[in-house]
């Protein structure tokens, strides 16, 4: 089975501060990509990144940046913490080569901006 | 752009019950798959159901299945003898390929339906 493993299942942080969420896929998957989740909105794409030190801006990427160093490894950093990126955040990873394969994903990071 | 709705916010059903979740989507492209997600309270969000456009049969998953309708881009799901465990947000996602190298599978998600089933 693909494990996605999301190194924190809560945080909190204070505004202002540089706050990274880390990911970890161990099924050699090229895609990985990260959501935030909120009521009422569904799952918004924030970035993606299709091969390493690739990325590329999902519908909301103001306020994120992400860092793929490693075939296996997505973090995305929030370069200066504001309350309203107070959210759920899910990373997943897919196989690329066949459009129609399911993305995997973590159990979440809930993140609290104070 | 693609846009995906799930009009109902929140659902109910009783345990053995029948029901059947609604999406629609809306897009140009002829070439597309469709996925159901279920994310249970606290849980990893898992793949529940796939279609694939092309194919006039609707996909089925032992108690899942869905009714697509292309002409009228609609693709509800049917959880057939509920049990406690669906209790979960569903979410309906829509899915071109974009090709970055190879086949890239962005998803865009609908707000989700949250369904309870109830003993």
């Known amino acids: 089975d693909v494990k996605v493993t999301q190194s924190s299942r809560y945080l909190v942080k204070r505004t202002g501060e540089k706050v990274f969420l880390e990911c970890v896929q161990d099924?050699?998957?090229?895609?990985m990509f990260w959501y935030r989740q909120d009521p009422g909105l569904g799952l918004r794409l924030i970035y993606f990144?299709?091969?390493?030190?690739?990325?590329e801006k999902g519908d909301i990427p103001e306020g994120y940046s992400v860092s793929r160093e490693k075939k296996e490894r997505f973090s995305l950093i929030l370069e200066s913490a504001s309350t309203n990126q107070t959210s759920m955040y899910l990373c997943?990873?897919?196989?690329?080569?066949?459009?129609?394969?399911?993305?995997?994903f973590g159990d979440g990071t809930r993140l609290s901006i104070l | 752009a693609q846009t995906v709705t799930q009009s109902q916010p929140e659902m109910s059903v009783q345990e053995a019950e029948t029901v059947t979740l609604s999406c629609t989507y809306d897009?140009?492209?002829?070439?597309?798959?469709l996925f159901w997600y279920k994310q249970p309270p606290s849980r990893q969000m898992i793949l529940v159901i796939r279609?694939?456009?092309?194919?006039?049969q609707n996909a089925t998953e032992n108690r899942f299945s869905v009714n697509f309708q292309k002409a009228a881009k609609s693709f509800s799901l049917k959880i057939s003898d509920s049990q406690l465990g669906d209790t979960a947000m569903y979410f309906c996602?829509?899915?071109?390929?974009?090709?970055?190298?190879?086949?890239?599978?962005?998803?865009?998600f609908g707000t989700g339906t949250l369904l309870a089933v109830q003993p």
């Open positions: 897009t140009s492209e002829s070439n597309y798959y």
């Open positions: 990144s299709y091969d390493v030190k690739m990325k």
């Open positions: 996602a829509f899915m071109t390929p974009t090709y970055y190298g190879g086949a890239t599978n962005k998803l865009i």
């Open positions: 279609q694939e456009a092309y194919k006039q």
């Open positions: 099924m050699d998957h090229e895609n």
């Open positions: 997943a990873s897919s196989l690329t080569g066949r459009s129609n394969q399911p993305q995997h």
